[in-house]
């Protein structure tokens, strides 16, 4: 049969199906760790309203240089969220180390600043103070557990050029640690300028609507705007991070670069997260509900409190007072952490004014609204079709044919009307049946061999249905083996016409429909 020249080609094609299933099954799994639930506890740091950092109204007592000392608060508040995450998510070995719980790798605890609370007084910092600061930054975040999250907003930072960029950093805990750098896009009217004397930088200086994720100026300097990041847990569970600060919000900074994942070719490739958390830092703004696309929002501003404000529930401090204590950086014993209401107060820290923190319950992670979540899926399948469709563009031609009859399922078509064509031939006439003759008797037993010889073939299609093409023959030759049994007498001729129909069938028209499939393709 022609059909035993295609084995070479057969076993070729099973190969590469095997490895496009397990790239199926891979980006299945893939898939399945990268929306695995995610839980995110908030530790929402609530600074006075019109205090911005130590740049407006400074009354912090200690006298050590404003840089130092914001650099002993950030520790000081890396430290706060790292035994938080310790107490509520972690585990200590007999070496006294900590290690995330198995079942909490996918448990997040965020603490997060509002706008302008790492202002320094007088000027801002130089592009070199910036620079060792975020150097010290990183080896600091180096120590946090995993999924210990700190949003630093916000820095004021005076460029080469002269422009002040209000700068966050989001920082991923662990080691290594990521820290993600990023600048507001639009500043606004109350922005601190620290007298007039510095020109605020603006992504929207010509064009109102313009928003990208990196802005080299006419000087040949690059500002990262870019707010819009994913985030990876200890567990493999991904979710999307947005974040506004301020005035960016009411200019859908965040929102215009969501869409543009989502809806265009930005990125044809990757598959996008399921889970989204959107967070607006800032200095008194309210809220525009139709510039989310997320279930729910952080909120962090002076003038907000989530619980009062948004009917966010409360968690609990759960740091006992020995902890707290130990918290207190060296050389700054006016510091206290004292338990509040709303989670821990705060005085006299190293940098700032004192301060809230508001402890919030642990949540499950947003979701993007349902409307949105349906363009995510899309996109989702467009990708997953297009890396499917890479694997495919190698099969040949031959291989290429048993690819059809698997899609087509034209073997199982072939097999069916065969059968039915077959078994009418042992139709018996109306006086055959009425009589009984013999030969009314060979066709019955004609037609059981047929149909208990398809269903076992039929049985065979349907669990691999190219791979049957080579059952064909031996299959072929057993069912002609037991119609022949049958006795002659006068079936002779219908006997005859059975075995003629079925190797024309299987010998002559399928081979010739497999030669002609194989020359179109």
Known sequence: MFIDDLLPAYLSYRKKIKKGNFLSSRHRQAISRMNQDIYVRDLVVRTPPARYGEAVNDTNPYLQPAVERLGVHISFLFNLANEEHRANYCEQDVKGNFHIKKEKENYITRLSLPEFSLYTPD?????????????????????????????????????????????????????????????????????????????????????????????????????????????????????????????????????????????????PNEILPKQIEYCVT???????????????????????????????????????????????????????????KLGYLIVEPPFGSDCIVEVLAERPAARYISTVEECIDLHNKKVLNRQMDATNLFFSQEENLFKVI??????????????????????????????????????????????????????????????????????????LHKLNALSPCKFQSCKDALCNKIRSALEHDFAQELKTALVNK
Not at 293 to 311: C, F, N, R, T
């Open 406 to 479: 698997d899609e087509t399922h034209a073997l199982a078509h072939k097999m069916r009307k065969l059968e039915q064509e077959l078994l009418k031939q042992c139709e018996p006439s109306f006086l055959q049946k009425q009589l009984k003759t013999v030969e009314y008797q060979q066709k019955q037993k004609a037609a059981q061999i047929i149909r208990n010889s398809f269903a076992l073939i039929q049985e065979s299609i349907a669990k691999n249905e190219s791979g049957s093409l080579f059952l064909l023959r031996p299959w072929k030759n057993e069912l």
């Open 282 to 340: 800032a200095n008194s703004i309210d809220l525009q509900y139709e510039y989310i696309l997320a279930s729910y929002v952080l909120h962090v501003d002076p003038l907000i409190s989530m619980h009062h404000s948004y009917h966010a529930k409360l968690g609990k401090g759960v740091l006992a007072e020995t902890v707290r204590y130990q918290l207190i950086p060296e050389d700054f014993n006016h510091m206290e952490i004292r338990k509040h």
């Open 123 to 267: 000027q801002p910092l130089t592009e070199e103070e910036f620079q060792n600061l975020y150097l010290k930054i990183g080896n600091m975040a180096d120590k946090l557990e995993p999924n210990v999250h700190v949003l630093l907003s916000s820095f004021a930072i005076r460029n080469k050029h002269g422009d002040l960029l209000n700068m966050c950093l989001y920082v991923e805990g662990g080691c290594p640690s990521i820290i993600h750098a990023f600048c507001k896009s639009t500043p606004s009217d109350i922005d601190v300028t620290y007298n007039k004397r510095e020109p605020l930088f603006s992504q929207q200086r010509d064009n109102p609507d313009f928003h990208a994720h990196h802005i080299t100026t006419k000087e040949g300097y690059t500002v990262t705007t870019g707010s819009v990041f994913e985030v990876t847990t200890k567990g493999g569970a991904c979710f999307t991070q947005a974040i506004d600060i301020c005035l960016d919000h009411e200019l859908e900074h965040s929102k215009s670069f969501l869409e543009e994942r989502i809806n265009t070719e930005m990125m």
